[in-house]
């Protein structure tokens, strides 16, 4: 936490006692039956989780990204849902914060920060997964409005957010697609269906919907910043706050993981002796708290580049990558390490295991991830080249 200033290590060590202290004694509550959390959320609200990425002129705690990172990870070592249930609500924040016009910063900005005002990002439509520029929900100009048709899937916290950053095509004509794309700040009302909750493997307690537009009006003001077929460019800014959010998730869940193997590694004895003084079981551990100790820092790295204003979407997507597959694997690895055990329920491991494949397909999937960060790789040789 060295890049941190003494106010964001105050607010890291904040929810890392809420976590230890509220959420993680609660979360069978929750979380077996897929129960809103509303008492965790609430006081996430009054301790300012919502406003971290709003600046403090409209209320916000203005933490750096990498700040956020570590918040995200804390709150997912408690509980993954609950760093989702800030996820896309923060990435809608920031693109207000830095693309918004004045009126939309100071009609949104202020509630979003005190969490009254609840954000969700819909991208993914159930035609077209990963595949953005196969969009097929339109916004078409009527006078001084939008006419929103089309559909949008998996899309968190979609029961209660009260505004949602949907990215659609405002010209169809745009050659290719993603220079006639928007985003456009939707409050919901007539013409927006939301379904009922998407039964999930994990990230349970916060519900995926699909939303369905059925010719919904908007103003046309109601394009974030003002000026149409901007969105794809907007968004991708967003995405890479997106994907470190999703690393840190993951790193959250991972390092969770290693602490509770760690744990019983100590007290688990078979032959005479603590289970990790077994080579096979110490080795286990060793690779498991490597691949967290890498993934944290390409988190935090990916994070500061941010901040620091340079591009990162190449080591964004890099720590997604990475974080995701190594939360996955050291999942399965802390199964292992409490061996029968580790198939319980009565043990948190076999809801990491659960929860882990979410970073995975999440905020685009692995696949796709890996095609990005080579075409950049790709980019950045040829410009140095040249």
């Given at each position: 936490?060295?890049?941190?200033?003494?106010d964001?290590?105050?607010?890291?060590?904040?929810v890392?006692?809420?976590?230890?202290?509220?959420?993680?004694?609660?979360?069978?509550?929750?979380?077996?039956?897929?129960i809103?959390?509303?008492?965790?959320?609430?006081?996430?609200?009054?301790?300012?989780?919502?406003?971290?990425?709003?600046?403090?002129?409209?209320?916000?705690?203005?933490?750096?990204?990498a700040?956020?990172?570590?918040?995200?990870e804390?709150?997912?070592?408690?509980?993954?849902?609950?760093?989702?249930?800030?996820?896309?609500?923060?990435?809608?924040?920031?693109?207000?914060?830095?693309?918004?016009?004045?009126?939309?910063?100071?009609?949104?900005?202020?509630?979003?920060?005190?969490?009254?005002?609840?954000?969700?990002?819909?991208?993914?439509?159930?035609?077209?997964?990963?595949?953005?520029?196969?969009?097929?929900?339109?916004?078409?100009?009527?006078?001084?409005?939008?006419?929103?048709?089309?559909?949008?899937?998996?899309?968190?916290?979609?029961?209660?957010?009260?505004?949602?950053?949907?990215?659609?095509?405002?010209?169809?004509?745009?050659?290719p697609a993603?220079?006639?794309?928007?985003?456009?700040l939707?409050?919901?009302?007539?013409?927006?269906?939301?379904?009922?909750?998407?039964?999930?493997?994990?990230?349970?307690?916060?519900?995926?919907?699909?939303?369905?537009?059925?010719?919904m009006?908007?103003?046309?003001?109601?394009?974030?910043?003002?000026?149409?077929?901007?969105?794809?460019?907007?968004?991708?800014?967003?995405?890479?706050v997106?994907?470190?959010?999703v690393?840190?998730?993951?790193?959250?869940v991972?390092?969770?993981?290693?602490?509770d193997?760690?744990?019983?590694?100590?007290?688990?004895e078979?032959?005479?002796?603590?289970i990790?003084?077994?080579?096979?079981?110490?080795?286990?551990?060793?690779?498991?708290?490597?691949k967290?100790?890498?993934?944290?820092?390409?988190?935090?790295?990916?994070a500061?580049?941010?901040?620091?204003g340079?591009?990162?979407?190449?080591?964004?997507?890099?720590?997604?990558?990475?974080?995701?597959?190594?939360?996955?694997?050291?999942?399965?690895?802390?199964?292992r390490?409490?061996?029968?055990?580790?198939?319980?329920?009565?043990?948190?491991?076999?809801r990491?295991f659960?929860?882990?494949?979410?970073?995975?397909?999440?905020?685009?999937?692995?696949?796709?991830?890996r095609?990005?960060?080579?075409?950049?790789?790709?980019?950045?040789d040829?410009?140095?080249?040249?």
């Amino acid at each position: 936490m060295s890049s941190l200033t003494p106010d964001e290590q105050d607010m890291v060590r904040l929810v890392a006692d809420f976590v230890d202290e509220r959420v993680r004694p609660r979360v069978r509550e929750f979380e077996a039956d897929d129960i809103y959390p509303t008492e965790l959320i609430e006081e996430m609200k009054k301790l300012g989780f919502f406003g971290l990425l709003v600046p403090a002129e409209h209320g916000g705690v203005d933490v750096s990204t990498a700040c956020f990172a570590r918040v995200t990870e804390e709150l997912a070592r408690g509980w993954m849902s609950l760093a989702g249930a800030i996820g896309g609500h923060s990435v809608i924040s920031y693109l207000v914060r830095h693309f918004g016009t004045p009126q939309q910063q100071q009609d949104y900005l202020p509630r979003m920060a005190d969490g009254s005002l609840r954000a969700t990002m819909a991208l993914t439509e159930p035609s077209g997964g990963s595949d953005l520029q196969g969009m097929r929900t339109f916004a078409d100009a009527e006078g001084d409005d939008l006419l929103i048709t089309g559909s949008k899937t998996w899309i968190s916290n979609a029961q209660h957010a009260g505004l949602i950053g949907l990215l659609c095509i405002t010209d169809r004509s745009a050659k290719p697609a993603h220079r006639g794309m928007s985003v456009v700040l939707v409050e919901p009302g007539d013409g927006l269906t939301v379904s009922g909750k998407i039964p999930k493997l994990g990230y349970r307690g916060v519900e995926a919907c699909e939303l369905t537009f059925d010719k919904m009006r908007v103003p046309a003001t109601a394009v974030l910043g003002g000026t149409p077929h901007l969105g794809w460019g907007h968004m991708m800014r967003g995405l890479e706050v997106g994907r470190i959010q999703v690393a840190a998730r993951a790193v959250g869940v991972g390092q969770a993981a290693l602490d509770d193997a760690l744990s019983y590694a100590q007290t688990r004895e078979s032959f005479g002796k603590p289970i990790w003084k077994h080579q096979s079981v110490g080795n286990l551990l060793a690779e498991m708290g490597t691949k967290m100790r890498a993934a944290r820092l390409m988190t935090l790295d990916a994070a500061e580049r941010l901040d620091a204003g340079d591009r990162a979407d190449m080591e964004a997507g890099m720590a997604k990558l990475f974080a995701s597959e190594a939360a996955m694997q050291v999942a399965l690895d802390a199964v292992r390490v409490h061996g029968g055990y580790g198939y319980s329920k009565e043990y948190d491991v076999e809801r990491y295991f659960r929860d882990a494949p979410l970073m995975i397909v999440g905020e685009g999937t692995n696949e796709i991830q890996r095609n990005v960060i080579a075409a950049q790789l790709v980019a950045r040789d040829q410009k140095g080249k040249n």
